[in-house]
């Protein structure tokens, strides 16, 4: 079977593009330019790399972008005070602080201080609850992004059985929620699932998002499903440091229709997919230009 290598860099790019002309023609209706505000804390190197990413993307899509980098030692006080002072701007649409926090703070405070309306991760109990009753507006980036990514693949996902490897709030959950919207039938497996290779392998769709290096080899796959390798896991080999995804990509490719890679795959889409968040929240604000 020849594999089709989902590029999700490429698709990326063109869903950025599309939104920066929609950002344009919303400015030149009079509406403010959306603004996406991230919060850093502490150095970790991934997550200001991450960050560093997201606001070059949200430049590109014509956003207006603010970075608060805290220093790691910042007390739950400071941190607090910054996301509610961001909370009652009225130039910023989207907030977004980059977890993991720093072990000394609250990072379920923090989820829930962000105002839902501006909560472009779509982490807030209200967001998730919305998902859950099928009212979403912000919706995980990470699970939109894979979505975007079937909507194009597959097209009608209804009836398709769509199997998720994972059940985090971030990732599995939410995406078993868009997928039952979608109407397919949907099964979860995580750590404590038995026989999980053979139910992966009824699998039409399969997400994974575990975080174990190639967990999922050809035993796990039905031929001719399409596979979303949701994994970033930095592994040393031969004293080079190396992404690798939860899927044994060599071992899976020539027996799916379709599959992501990492990197390149599910990463750039979640990015897009915090610019089209911000996009949905600064339309549902709708605020104008102030008139001078
Ligand atoms: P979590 O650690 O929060 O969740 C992992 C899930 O995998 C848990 O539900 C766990 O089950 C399940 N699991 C662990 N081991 C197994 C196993 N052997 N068999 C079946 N299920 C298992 O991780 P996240 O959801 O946050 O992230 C998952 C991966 O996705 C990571 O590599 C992360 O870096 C990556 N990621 C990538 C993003 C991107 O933009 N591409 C964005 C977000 C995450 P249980 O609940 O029982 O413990």
């Keep these: 079977m020849s594999v089709n290598v989902i590029d999700g860099r490429q698709l990326a790019e ?5 939104m920066a002309e929609e950002v344009k023609a919303r400015t030149g209706r009079g509406y403010q330019q959306p603004g996406l505000a991230v919060v850093l804390v502490g150095e970790d190197p991934a997550s200001a790399i991450y960050v560093r990413n997201k606001i070059r993307t949200a430049e590109k899509a014509g956003l207006h972008s603010v970075v608060t980098h805290l220093n790691a030692s910042c007390s739950q006080q400071a941190l607090d005070k910054v996301v509610t002072e961001l909370n009652e701007r009225d130039d910023i649409d989207g907030i977004l602080v980059q977890l993991p926090l720093p072990a000394h703070l609250s990072e379920e405070r923090i ?38 990514i079937l909507k194009r693949e597959v097209g009608d996902l209804s009836g398709k059985h769509a199997v998720v490897v994972g059940r985090s709030n971030i990732v599995g959950k939410p995406m078993a929620s868009l997928l039952l919207q979608a109407n397919c039938t949907v099964t979860v497996v995580h750590s404590k699932t038995m026989d999980a290779a053979n139910l992966c392998k009824q699998a039409d769709i399969l997400v994974v998002a575990v975080g174990v290096p190639e967990l999922v080899d050809s035993a796990w796959v039905k031929p001719g499903a399409v596979v979303l390798d949701v994994g970033i896991n930095a592994i040393e080999k ?20 379709a599959i992501t890679p990492v990197p390149g795959g599910i990463g750039p889409m979640t990015i897009a997919c915090l610019i089209k968040n911000t996009l949905v929240a600064a339309k549902q604000r709708g605020v104008k230009q102030p008139v001078v």
Excluded: S, W, Y
């Design 14 to 18: 063109r869903l950025v593009e599309e």
């Design 111 to 148: 989820i829930n201080l962000v105002t839902p309306e501006k909560d472009v991760d779509g982490f807030h109990p209200m967001n998730v609850g919305q998902l859950a009753t099928g009212q979403a507006h912000l919706v995980p980036c990470t699970p939109l992004g894979c979505l975007e």
């Design 238 to 257: 031969d004293g080079k440091r190396k992404l690798m995804g939860d899927v044994d990509f060599a071992d899976v490719a020539d027996i799916c229709k």
